[in-house]
């Protein structure tokens, strides 16, 4: 038997008052869709809480009608005789359901005729349409207990409501009587939170009481883009999170599809909901990373402790080393990788590229090996080094390898990577083929990351525009920092807009550090933003650095796949 299909809807917040329900019922020859056939559609159209319309056929199922069939439902084969063949009736009856993302199909016990009219769907070629689906079984049992009912069957729910029409074991009475019971169920559970569209995808489900009761603080929230705060007792800020509708992505943290066992926990000490509202998506995003860099909320793992990422970069000695540094200034930001995501992730990119380069990494101070045959050293004999020594004659190669890798030209690199895992791979030595191509990744996430900051926090301008819904949206990157945006609608002089978003722009000095005002997080995203191939450039500095890439650079690699 088919399962209801799941609800999602195109357009969040939808009162239930605006939702159009069509409430099905069938009659059939037995209880299998894929054996039995059916007999009977009923369907009434309910909109508003009034009548919107009814469709009623009796369908031939070319074949004889069970006597306990016809002992329950009154329909016998003599009955069907002149009736329409299913194949007739089922574009008919789509028709009139007019099923979408915005109509809700509703059946009592939805799995049954749910069933049954996907397998004629299937059976006939027809498209099924996959409306939402509310089934007033399940809410019947979300809303009522044992005191209210003694059970859940369709009769009994008619007799406890009072209902107008009663059931009949006929498809339309049926489908009727399920109509006003599904408004009474509504009306019960309007104070659990049942009062929207989006609501009834999760009212069946599981979810504590006093984390439902607590959907009322998404009360009031706008609708548009935006950050929102969860804030605990004391005022503190437990979690932040962003949205392109603030009201709608706060409700359904308390729903059955919040099932992240430490957002149950910041939800249960929540009390409030802060809201900034955007004028954009990124702006929002923007907000958010800013936010969770500056307050460290406690239940925000990612973006968190942004700016003390390790960067993989050569030291300046005599003898240079390579090196990782959470510190960073911008002059070297031109022959480093990273930010990296871990120190494990930096430390396999360090020895990709020691391997490559044939450079140290220990911090042991000694004087270059005098022999090719590369005679162990001292913190080799003694069991304390396993990095590569420098040899005689290699170490200007070595550093001049490295620097050029580290600047962006990663081919010899991935070439030599690429090597060392096929090698491996043949002798069959496969988890070391595994640990090198995450090195290999390593290199391509730290390379890749540094070539954009290398790009987009070197411009000290950059106007975008990208379509929104019905409008252009505009962003000002200064520094690789999101400085202002604006909205640029139908008929507005394009120039104008761009010159007035420019004045409300934030001043962004150029930094003499990585990170100083923007996280790389944050560049990053804007770098995605402004690359993206519906992005416009507005306006670009003039004399500031190409936005390019070098024609061997990392971002032209793709990742390799994780096991």
């Known amino acids: 038997m088919s399962t209801p299909t799941q609800l999602s809807f195109d357009s969040l917040g939808t009162p239930l008052s605006e939702v159009t329900f069509v409430v099905v019922d069938l009659e059939t020859t037995g209880g299998r869709s894929s054996e039995d056939s059916i007999t009977e559609i009923g369907a009434v159209k309910l909109k508003g809480g009034e009548v919107a319309g009814e469709f009623q056929t009796l369908v031939n199922p ?47 016990n939805a799995r049954f005729d749910v069933g049954f009219l996907k397998a004629a769907c299937a059976r006939y070629a027809i498209p099924w349409p996959a409306p939402p689906v509310v089934d007033t079984l399940l809410l019947s049992r979300r809303a009522l207990s044992r005191q209210d009912t003694p059970n859940h069957k369709l009769g009994t729910l008619a007799r406890v409501f009072g209902t107008e029409i009663q059931p009949t074991h006929r498809a339309l009475d049926d489908a009727r009587a399920t109509g006003e019971i599904l408004h009474r169920l509504l009306e019960r559970l309007a104070p659990l939170g049942l009062t929207h569209a989006e609501d009834l995808r999760t009212i069946t489900a599981r979810v504590p009481a006093t984390r439902r009761a607590k959907s009322s603080i998404a009360t009031g929230l706008p609708t548009g883009p935006g950050v929102y705060q969860f804030v605990g007792r004391a005022g503190d800020v437990l979690y932040v999170g962003s949205s392109t509708n603030l009201h709608a992505r706060v409700k359904s943290y308390f729903t059955a599809g919040e099932s992240r066992r430490r957002m149950g926990e910041m939800l249960d000490l929540a009390v409030e909901v802060r809201p900034i509202e955007c004028a954009t998506l990124l702006e929002a995003r923007v907000r958010e990373l800013r936010l969770i860099d500056s307050l460290q909320p406690p239940y925000n793992i990612r973006s968190r402790r942004a700016r003390t990422r390790p960067w993989l970069r050569l030291t300046n000695e005599v003898h240079p080393r390579l090196t990782i540094t959470r510190s960073l200034p911008l002059a070297e930001a031109a022959s480093a990788w990273g930010p990296f995501s871990s120190q494990a ?26 022999s090719a045959a590369a005679r162990a050293c001292a913190a080799h004999e003694m069991g304390r080094c396993s990095a590569p020594c420098i040899v005689a004659g290699a170490g200007e ?42 090195r290999l990744r390593a290199v391509l996430v730290g390379a890749s990351r540094a070539e954009t900051l290398r790009i987009w926090a070197r411009q000290p301008l950059v106007v975008g525009a990208r379509p929104g819904a019905g409008v252009w949206e505009l962003a000002v990157l200064k520094w690789g920092r999101l400085a202002g945006v604006g909205v640029l609608r139908p008929g507005a002089d394009v120039d104008a807009v761009i010159e007035e978003v420019l004045t409300r722009c ?13 996280t790389a997080e944050e560049t990053q995203m804007l770098a995605a933003w402004f690359t993206a191939p519906d992005c416009r450039l507005a306006r670009v500095e003039p004399g500031a650095p190409p936005i390019a890439c070098q024609i061997d650079s990392a971002a032209r690699i793709p990742l390799p796949p994780t096991d």
């Open 506 to 518: 934030d001043h962004v000095p150029m930094p003499s550090a990585v990170g100083e005002l923007a």
């Open 397 to 438: 190669a070595s550093v001049s390898l490295a620097h050029t890798a580290l600047s962006g030209d990663v081919g010899t690199v991935i070439e030599h990577l690429r090597a060392h895992i096929a090698t491996l791979s043949a002798a069959e030595r496969y988890e070391e083929a595994r640990d090198a191509r995450e």
């Open 345 to 370: 992730q930096a430390r396999a990119a360090m020895e990709a590229l020691a391997a490559a380069s044939g450079l140290r990494t220990c911090n042991t101070r000694l004087p270059l090996i005098p």
């Open 62 to 108: 070319r074949r004889a009608i069970p006597h306990e069939i016809t002992s329950l439902t009154g329909i016998s084969s003599a009955m069907v005789a002149a009736a329409p063949i299913l194949e007739a009736v089922l574009p008919t009856f789509l028709e009139f359901a007019r099923f979408g993302p915005d109509t809700v199909l509703v059946a009592h």
